[in-house]
């Protein structure tokens, strides 16, 4: 099983901010990698995979980076639609499994 | 584009076995491509993946759960299902269907979610 460390587990920001969450994995994963946003009640939507690739609709503000076994989800510039929790999930190895969570809460 | 929409109990007795239907819509599962995957969430806690179905019904599951977990698909109704025995309050979840573009990738779309919860 491969495990993954993301961090922080809490973020405090405010609008306009640059925020980043990091993913760290327990053994290497080359690009194999998702990130998730969910907010409240709802489930989570696809932001990107294979870690740097924008799924279709997600705002440019979001980008992804890293490969092997250190990842990052970058905001570029925080709009409060994006206060929610984020997740990322690697898909190198079953079974497939996804970080704790970072939730994103308005400082 | 395709949307998934689980239905089923939402309140199962302990040491009994629950069961979900997640019901696709704006596309065949059938048409191959697509594995059709469960995930869960316990309340207020992280995502785990249960396990996946391919339209002609191979499957793989979650070695953490595989004892406990069958799923299968039903091509005529579009629907595919999960079964999951001997359930406990550990098993109390808000539970997703899911779709991945192929047997290795990322969950999209998903389905709005069912909570069920294990009681007595």
């Known amino acids: 099983v491969i495990w993954m460390t993301q961090s922080p587990s809490l973020l405090s920001a405010s609008t306009g901010d640059r925020v980043t969450i990091s993913c760290r994995m327990s053994?290497?994963?080359?690009?194999?990698l998702a990130w998730y946003q969910q907010k409240p009640g709802k489930a989570p939507e696809l932001l990107i995979y294979?870690?740097?690739t924008l799924q279709s609709g997600v705002p440019s503000r979001f980008s992804g980076s890293g490969s092997g076994t250190d990842f990052t989800l970058t905001i570029s510039c925080l709009q409060s639609e994006d206060f929610a929790t984020y997740y990322c999930?690697?898909?190198?190895?079953?079974?497939?499994?996804f970080g704790q969570g970072t939730k994103l809460e308005i400082k | 584009q395709v949307q998934l929409q689980e239905s089923g109990p939402g309140l199962v007795k302990p040491s009994q076995t629950l069961s979900l239907t997640c019901t696709v819509s704006?596309?065949?599962?059938?048409?191959?491509?697509?594995?059709w995957s469960w995930i869960r969430q316990h309340p207020g806690k992280g995502l785990e993946w249960i396990g996946y179905?391919?339209?002609?019904?191979?499957?793989y599951y979650n070695p953490s759960l595989k004892s406990r977990v069958t799923i299968s698909v039903d091509t005529s109704k579009n629907q595919f299902s999960l079964k999951l025995s001997s359930v406990t309050a550990a098993d109390t979840a808000v539970y997703y269907c899911?779709?991945?573009?192929?047997?290795?990738?990322?969950?999209?779309?998903w389905g709005q979610g069912t909570l069920v919860t294990v009681s007595s």
């Open positions: 999930q690697q898909y190198y190895s079953s079974p497939y499994t």
């Open positions: 179905i391919y339209y002609s019904g191979s499957t």
């Open positions: 053994q290497g994963i080359s690009s194999y």
């Open positions: 294979a870690a740097s």
């Open positions: 704006g596309g065949s599962i059938s048409s191959g491509g697509y594995y």
């Open positions: 899911a779709s991945t573009p192929s047997s290795v990738g990322w969950f999209d779309p």
